[in-house]
C-alpha cells in the first residue's frame, strides 16, 4: 500500500474480533516501530507485547480497580497545570466525544459502556505497552510517538486495526506490577491489536481541522 494511502485510511478502531494476531505480522509490525527516526538513535522505546492468558488477567485486573475507583491518574499528562488548554483543542477534543457518542450509540453502546470497553482494550486480542526509560529525558517520548505511528500503520497495511491509548494507564500500578515496568520507566502508551469488527463504532472517521489553520509559509 503507498504511504498516502494508509496515512488518510488509518483510523483508530474500537472494537475487535477474538482472532488472535499471528507472530509473523506482530513481528513485521514491530519491526517497523523501531525502524522510525529517534533523537540521537538512542531509539528509546521498548515494546512489551500482551496477549493470551496475560491479557484476560490483566483485563480482570483493570476491572477490579476500577471498581475500587482508585485510580491515581495519569503519570503523562496531556495537559499542563501552568498553561490552559488551547480553546481550539478543546473544541476538537469535544467533537471527537459527541461523534464517537453517537457512533456508540448506532452500535447499540451506552456512553458509560464506550469508556469501560477502554479498559478491556475493546476487546482486542493482544495489547502493546510501550515504555521509555525516564533517562532518555521527557523530551526524546517524542521518538517513540514516531515508532508509535510506524507501528499503527504498517498494522493498517497488514490488514489489521489498532487503537493507540493513554485511558488505561490511569491504573498504571496494575500495569508496572504485572510486566515489570519499574518506576525508572514512563508507561508511554497502550496499542490495542487485532482484526475490525464491523461494528458502527470503527466506521467512525475523526476530523481534522483545515491545513491553513495550522500551517504556515514563509515566505
Ligand atoms: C496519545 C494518544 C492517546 C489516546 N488515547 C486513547 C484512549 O485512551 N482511548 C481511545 O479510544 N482513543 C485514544 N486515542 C485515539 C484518539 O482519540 C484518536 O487518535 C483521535 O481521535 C484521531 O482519530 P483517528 O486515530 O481515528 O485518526 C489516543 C490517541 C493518542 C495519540
Known amino acids: 500500500m503507498e504511504v498516502k494511502a494508509a496515512i488518510r485510511g488509518r483510523r483508530s478502531i474500537r472494537d475487535f474480533r477474538p482472532e ?6 506482530l513481528e ?5 516501530a523501531i525502524h522510525a527516526p529517534s533523537n540521537s538513535n538512542r531509539q ?42 488551547p480553546a481550539e483543542g478543546n473544541r476538537r477534543a469535544g467533537e471527537l466525544m459527541a461523534g464517537l ?14 469508556v469501560s470497553g477502554n479498559f478491556r482494550f475493546f476487546n482486542a486480542p493482544c495489547v502493546i505497552l510501550v515504555l521509555m526509560d525516564k533517562g532518555y529525558g521527557y523530551g526524546a517520548l517524542v521518538s517513540v510517538g514516531a515508532g508509535i505511528e510506524n507501528l499503527l500503520l504498517c498494522a493498517y497495511d497488514l490488514g489489521l486495526g489498532s ?8 491504573y498504571g500500578e496494575v500495569f508496572r506490577r504485572r510486566f515489570g515496568a519499574p518506576e525508572s520507566s514512563y508507561l508511554v502508551s497502550v496499542i490495542a491489536l487485532g482484526y475490525p469488527t464491523d461494528s458502527e463504532i470503527n466506521r467512525f472517521k475523526s476530523s481534522r481541522d483545515s491545513l491553513e489553520k495550522v500551517a504556515k509559509y514563509y515566505p
Open 20 to 25: 488472535p494476531v499471528p507472530r509473523e505480522l
Open 101 to 114: 457518542v453517537e457512533s456508540a450509540g448506532k452500535a447499540g453502546i451506552k456512553p458509560a459502556e464506550f
Open 163 to 170: 487503537c493507540w491509548m493513554m485511558m488505561p494507564l490511569q
Open 28 to 32: 513485521t509490525i514491530l519491526q517497523a
Open 44 to 85: 528509546p522505546w521498548e515494546y512489551l507485547v500482551i496477549t493470551g492468558a496475560r491479557l484476560e488477567e490483566l483485563k480482570s485486573a483493570l476491572a477490579q480497580a476500577m471498581k475500587q475507583g482508585v485510580s491515581p491518574g495519569r503519570e503523562l499528562k496531556t495537559w499542563d497545570e501552568a498553561w490552559p488548554m
